[in-house]
Structures are given as structure tokens and as C-alpha cells.
């Protein structure tokens, strides 16, 4: 039985989680210039196109034809989401060598807005490999004052509905509530991560509406153990209780969350001011005031909501409305949107009716985050803070790219272009024990945590980890050569007794997920003015190095606590010495991998 309604969820979800709600709008977006001073540079086995960038954009498509006269068509770099990215470079792996394109450059104000005029094109032919490893130099200075790095991945991180803390069943023979509640306090304690993002609070689970009126002793007991850890929740408020469904035959994911508006606004309204209120009278109000209260999920997908988007606004109102009646300082946002939908669309309406916003939400997959700032400042709202509540490599469920290490590096890129412009980067989701569309069938099935069942570190947790190694000032570096800033990209930083830069090599093209020799790259790091005295060492994520897919490569589908516990060992990230030569160190950085180089004062 459980098997037929694993199939009719992933049956459900692949036939609708395309389709959009409506995006009729009662707004204009603005017709934006195309970039200017467009180049696009050919290397081997790519083709780095840059520009400048454009007041009001979100994010920019790339177009590409062949010939003098081939139609221009978006880049797709096979992602399965939104091929718009957020700021140049941007590097076209998804190419012939030898073979002559054209380039255009289309800016766009919003994600849904795919007919951009496009800039005057350019043309590149990318180089045959000949045999010899192109050389990007990397030169940072280790003297400068630097400034504060940014850290977009501690604020946030995604889970599982956290009423799985308390699921007592098994999966692959390991306690599901047990291992859960494991994976977040190591998010916590081993990368500092600060809050958790996770949908279901109103799941009939929690079963927070009786016959008498509302008993929220089972949402106590989930938050009781996540604040013990040291996490604070990030309430998404949803999906429906069952009580108050206008339609609870309307479900999504293999545990059946209800989807469908209210029968009626008034009910819901009192669900959410009752939670509220007792979240402050049982955690007090300055602990509460540090939350975050964000309006249902997706509500853009029909897969997400099954009412309008005129409906889903009334419900944000509704609920903005619940959350601040008992104090108008708490924090309530969204729209918590697929692949950031539907932004400009609350803002305006906010803006309209004057309805509170605090912060606005939305996701991604398998790019960069689009630069939302530019919807905040068309709108009015320059200071929001802005959330990525969910980002990710895939959006697809059971994806092998999931246990990659290119989904690491993935990882440090997102992280990376983020930072400084985000206030939250919220990767979901921090554990395999997650089960949406079913549980997992073994111990290595694409599934979207960090973490596998068991509690070994996949390659996404690794990153995260050399993330969290970084410091707390940052340097400014230079790249020079074939795929500098576009295939190879760097992160420095200091702190009081060390320089950490973080390098490494990735194409968003997820065709090459599984590496392409052509795009190896040797790596010339100058770090003129550092102490010769100094010992440099070399943490590696590659395949093969700190990378469980590869080292589970003929084990059973569910490994013995020894086989686990011999693939930890295997897939830990190791430090090794490096050779440091008048402040220069050599090294070698295939596509995908990344490599985190340390320099310290020799002790002893």
C-alpha cells in the first residue's frame, strides 16, 4: 500500500509541479534596456560571457546562436528551474569546440519575464584542448584591510516537517525522529547555523484543532526540542488543518498536506493569532521576537495551492493581520514562492491596501538567486530583509546530482553570489530523512539533505563545512586567465592567525555533473606579503576525495553500522601540507572540485 501511494504522489507531483498559478497582474513591469558593453572570450571547453549590469534587473538570459544568422536561443544549462542568473560572468560549457556562436545578453525584471530585448551580440569560438591545462592566477592581498564576509549560509537552513522529530519508525533500520533531531543540532553545532525553515506546522500531525478549540501541546514539544538545540523555527504558517479546509480532498506529497484556501478567513485568523499568542506566552515575547513567520509555500504552483492568487493574497493579509494583533513588532513575510514568483505581486499588493511586510521569501534551484532587490526598491521597499527559504542544486526529488560532489561546489557558488546581498541562503534541506514523495529506498537515492540516513556528511555538507572555516574578514583576490571568475572562482579571507582562500571549478551546466577533463584547470595562488614562515595546508573536495557516491560504489543498499562507519573514515576531509614558494602555491583543480588552502604560523 505504501509503494502505491508513494507512486500516486511522485505521479501527482511530476504531472503538476510545473504548471504556475495564474500571473495575470495589475502592474506594468518595466521594459528594461538590454546590458550594455556585452564580451563574450572563448577558452577551452567554454565560453565566458560578461556585461555590464542593468539598473532594475533581477537577473539576465544568456542568448546564443550559431552562424551569422541562427536564431537566438536561452542558454540552458540543464538545470530544471530558472535559467535567468543573477550577474555576469557567466560561463557556456554547454558547447562545441571549434565551433563559431553569437552572444546576446537580455536583462529581465522578473523570473516569469522570458522576452527581454536582447543586447547586440558578440561572437566566440571556443578553443580545442590541445593537450596543455590552462593556468588561472590567483593573487590576493593579505595586507588589505578587507571587510566583514558575509555568511549567508548561517541565518537558515531547510528540513523536513519538524513533526518527523518525533517519528519513533525506522528507516534503513535508523530511527527517523533520533537522527533527525542529530543532523539539526550538527547544522548547529559543527557550521553555526541559526534557525530552521520547514513546512506542516498545521498538519494534521501536529493536530492543533480539537473539538473544544486549539491544543498546540504537540507543536510544544517539536519547538521545545529544536530551541534545546540551540535553533530557533522559522513558522511557515501551513498547510490546511483539515478542520478549516474549503477542500481537504486537495493534497500534495505522500503524507497528504492539505492545500486548499479556508472555508472561511475568519477561522484561519484565529488559528494563527491563537498560535502566535501561545508561542509568546510560552516562550516569551522577547524570544519570539526574533522569529520569523512566513505565509503558506509556493503558493504560485497549483501543486502548492489550489485556490487564486487573489485568494492566496487575502490569506497573506489575513495572516499578516493575526501575527501582528498580538504584537506589531513580530516579523511576517513571503510570498515563500517557486523560483521567485510572485514577489512583485505582494509587494504591490502590500504596498496598495498597506498591509505589513517584514521580510520577502521565495526559492531556486540549480542557479545562483536572482538579485530581488531590484522588485524591493521598484516597489518602494528598499530595507525588507530578503530570505531564500529554499535553494538548492535540483528541485527533483530521488536526482542523483543530490550525493555529487558538483552540488558541493554548486554550494560554494550560491553561497558566494549571495553574499552581501541576501540575508538568508537556506539550502534544503539538512537531513535524508525526508519524505515528501516517499522514504528513501537507500542509503545513497538523490535525496535532497546534506546528510544521508545514517549521518554521513555528503559532499553539499563538506562545502558547507569549508564555508564555515572561512574568516571573519575578507580579502580582495584577482583572477586572471582562461575561466577566471567564471569557471574558477576564489573567497578569501583572515583572521587573527590565518589566511583562508577557498578556490574553486564549476559550470552550471549539469550535463558535466560528472566532471569534464577539458575544463581542469591549474591554479597559480599568489599571496604576496604573507610571512614565508608560514605552513600552507589543503582541504580537498573532488571526486573521490570527501565524496560518499564514490566510496559507497558497491556496498548494499542499506550498509552495516561498520560499513557506515569505515565510509565516515573514508569520506572525511582531510589537510595536507602544501608547498609554499615565495608566496606562491601550485595546485591543480579539476571541474567540479573545490580546495580550501590555509596558511598559519609554524608552531614549535
Not at 564580451?39 to 556585461?51: H, K, L, N, S
Request: hydrophobic content about 40%; some cysteine.
Amino acid at each position: 500500500m505504501q509503494n502505491d501511494a508513494q507512486r500516486s504522489a511522485r505521479t501527482d507531483w511530476d504531472e503538476r509541479i510545473a504548471l504556475r498559478s495564474d500571473e495575470e497582474r495589475e502592474f506594468a513591469f518595466p521594459d528594461l534596456d538590454p546590458p550594455k558593453e556585452v564580451r563574450a572570450v572563448g577558452g577551452v571547453g567554454q565560453v565566458t560571457i560578461d556585461w555590464t549590469p542593468v539598473d532594475g534587473a533581477a537577473g539576465y538570459l544568456i542568448l546564443r546562436g550559431i552562424g551569422e544568422r541562427g536564431p537566438l536561443q536561452p542558454v540552458d544549462h540543464h538545470s530544471g528551474d530558472v535559467l535567468s542568473v543573477p550577474s555576469p560572468p557567466y560561463v557556456d560549457t554547454t558547447v562545441t569546440a571549434g565551433t563559431p556562436y553569437r552572444y546576446a545578453v537580455a536583462s529581465v525584471p522578473e523570473v516569469t519575464v522570458l522576452d527581454g530585448r536582447p543586447s547586440q551580440t558578440v561572437g566566440a569560438v571556443p578553443l580545442v584542448a590541445d593537450g596543455i591545462v590552462p593556468t588561472v592566477e590567483v593573487t590576493v592581498d593579505v595586507v588589505a584591510a578587507g571587510t566583514e564576509l558575509a555568511k549567508p549560509w548561517v541565518p537558515m537552513i531547510g528540513s523536513e516537517r519538524l513533526s518527523q522529530l518525533l517519528c519513533t519508525d525506522r528507516t534503513g533500520g535508523h530511527e527517523i525522529g533520533v537522527e533527525l533531531e542529530d543532523a539539526l543540532r550538527r547544522m548547529h553545532d559543527e557550521i553555526g547555523v541559526r534557525t530552521v525553515r520547514a513546512h506542516a506546522i498545521f498538519h494534521d500531525d501536529t493536530h492543533v484543532i480539537t473539538g473544544s478549540g486549539y491544543d498546540f501541546s504537540v507543536v510544544d514539544t517539536i519547538y521545545d526540542k529544536l530551541l534545546a538545540i540551540g535553533l530557533r523555527p522559522v513558522v511557515e504558517l501551513g498547510f490546511m488543518p483539515r478542520e478549516l479546509a474549503s477542500d481537504p480532498s486537495k493534497t500534495v506529497f505522500e503524507y497528504g498536506a492539505i492545500i486548499s484556501p479556508p472555508a472561511s478567513y475568519d477561522a484561519w485568523y484565529d488559528l494563527v493569532r491563537a498560535l502566535v499568542q501561545h508561542l509568546v506566552d510560552r516562550y516569551g515575547l522577547d524570544e519570539v521576537l526574533t522569529w520569523d513567520f512566513e505565509v503558506w509555500n509556493e503558493a504560485n504552483l497549483e501543486v502548492f495551492w489550489s485556490g487564486t492568487k487573489t485568494e492566496w493574497l487575502q490569506l497573506y493579509d489575513v495572516s499578516a493581520a493575526a501575527v501582528k494583533s498580538v504584537d506589531p513588532r513580530l516579523a511576517v513575510g513571503g510570498p515563500s514562492s517557486a523560483a521567485a514568483g510572485w514577489v512583485d505581486d505582494l509587494l504591490d499588493h502590500t504596498k496598495r491596501y498597506g498591509t505589513p511586510i517584514d521580510f520577502v521569501s521565495t526559492h531556486t534551484y540549480g542557479s545562483p538567486p536572482l538579485d530581488v532587490r531590484a522588485s524591493l526598491e521598484r516597489h518602494g521597499y528598499g530595507d525588507l530583509r530578503i530570505l531564500w527559504t529554499e535553494w538548492g542544486v535540483t528541485p527533483t526529488h530521488f536526482n542523483p546530482i543530490n550525493d555529487s560532489v558538483f552540488s558541493g561546489v554548486f554550494l560554494l557558488r550560491g553561497m558566494k553570489s549571495a553574499a552581501g546581498r541576501i540575508d538568508a541562503l537556506s539550502y534544503w534541506v539538512a537531513s535524508d530523512h525526508f519524505e515528501e514523495l516517499g522514504r528513501p529506498p537507500r542509503l545513497l537515492h538523490g535525496g535532497f539533505g546534506l546528510q544521508t540516513v545514517g549521518g554521513l556528511a555528503k559532499p553539499r555538507y563538506h562545502a558547507m563545512t569549508l564555508l564555515s572555516r572561512l574568516g571573519p574578514v575578507e580579502l580582495p583576490v584577482t583572477l586572471t586567465g582562461d575561466g577566471a571568475d567564471s569557471l574558477i572562482e576564489a573567497w578569501a579571507s583572515r583572521d587573527r592567525d590565518r589566511v583562508a582562500v577557498l578556490l574553486w571549478n564549476l559550470t552550471l551546466d549539469q550535463t558535466k555533473a560528472n566532471g569534464a577533463s577539458e575544463l581542469t584547470r591549474n591554479i597559480r595562488l599568489e599571496l604576496p606579503g604573507v610571512d614565508p614562515s608560514w605552513q600552507a595546508t589543503a582541504t580537498t573536495l573532488a571526486v573521490g576525495a570527501a565524496d560518499v557516491a564514490t566510496a559507497a560504489q558497491g556496498l548494499p543498499d542499506w550498509p552495516t553500522d561498520d560499513q557506515l562507519a569505515e565510509l565516515a573514515q573514508q569520506t572525511k576531509l582531510v589537510s595536507t601540507p602544501l608547498e609554499l614558494h615565495d608566496g606562491t602555491v601550485e595546485l591543480s583543480l579539476p571541474m567540479p572540485s573545490a580546495v580550501l588552502v590555509e596558511l598559519r604560523l609554524r608552531r614549535g
